[in-house]
Each structure stands twice: as structure tokens, then as C-alpha cells.
């Protein structure tokens, strides 16, 4: 092996080990969850908004992966897989996930999303083209409405008022072409 990839794969073990076993937590929460009310998931969105401001990000990860699972499965009938929550748990970790097209890049992203709004940041989701970043706003949005989370698009078409209302949402779907100034 070569010094270069060595250096890449220091510890990867270590961290594949740790978020495979947040997998597993996250998946034993999953049938307390399925067993919540619609309010009763919102009810923990707004205390996990609370608790973040007391304690880091990752302690809350276990609960917010759970809570957009269960929001994804009851508004757009998808559920995260365990590639998904992976994928997931490395952006959240500011890494970069490589999944193959069709292994649900666009779901994943909904995870760390979710925490970094509670976190009280906005997010950008930036895609290659218009119409993603418009599919993806209005599928994905679907999720985050539910949770109470408001969700934007910028593509090329929208004059600046509707640019300006788009922004300041706590998510923003765009291209890199709309977000270079």
C-alpha cells in the first residue's frame, strides 16, 4: 500500500466501528418511535431543540436519526437503511460519503441536515442541476415540514424577491452555479 493511501485510511476502522455501533442504537429505537403520535415526534423535535443547547450534537444523534426516519417513513413512504444512517453519521462528522447512485444519497442527507437546523444553523444542500435541486426541495421538504422545518430552492428562474424568501429558510436547495457570488 502506498504512503498516500495509508495516510488516507488511519483510522477508518476506528470510525467505522463507532458508527456502526450508533447504527445499532439507532435501530433499537426504531419500534419506540414507530409508536409516537404526529405530535408526540414533534414534541421531541422541539425538545431535542432545547437539548442541544446544552450538550454537543453527537449526544443527540441517536434520537434525531430516529425521530427523521420515522418522519420519512410516515410522509414519503422511504425509510433509511443502514447504508443510509452511515452515510448520515460521516457528513455529520464533516467527511465526505461516497454512495453509489440508487443508495439514497438524497435521504441520507436528510439526517445530518436535521441536527444542524436543531443546532440552530441553516443548511445548503447544493446538486448539480435545477431540476434536482427543485425535486429534492419538494421531496425532501416533505420530511422537514413535517418535523417543522422550512425548506427553499433556488434555481435559475426566480426573480430576488423569491430568491430572498428562499434563503432564508432553514434549508436551501440549490446549484453551485446559483450559490457562486
Known sequence: MNIFKKALTIGSGKLATELNAQIDSINSKEEE??????????ESFQKLK???????????????????????????????YDVQLFGGLVLLRNKIAEMK???????????PTYLNIIAGKSVHIVT???????????WMGKVFNYLGVSTGCIINDLDDNQRKLNYKCDITYATNNELGF
Open 33 to 42: 418511535v414507530t409508536k409516537l403520535t404526529d405530535s408526540e415526534i414533534k
Open 50 to 80: 432545547v437539548d442541544i443547547d446544552q450538550t454537543d450534537k453527537h449526544d443527540l444523534e441517536v434520537e434525531a436519526f430516529s425521530l427523521v426516519r420515522e418522519a420519512a417513513k410516515r410522509t414519503i413512504n422511504e425509510r433509511h
Open 101 to 111: 447512485t440508487g443508495e439514497g444519497k438524497t435521504l441520507a442527507a436528510t439526517l
Open 128 to 138: 448539480v442541476n435545477d431540476y434536482l435541486a427543485k425535486r429534492d426541495s419538494e
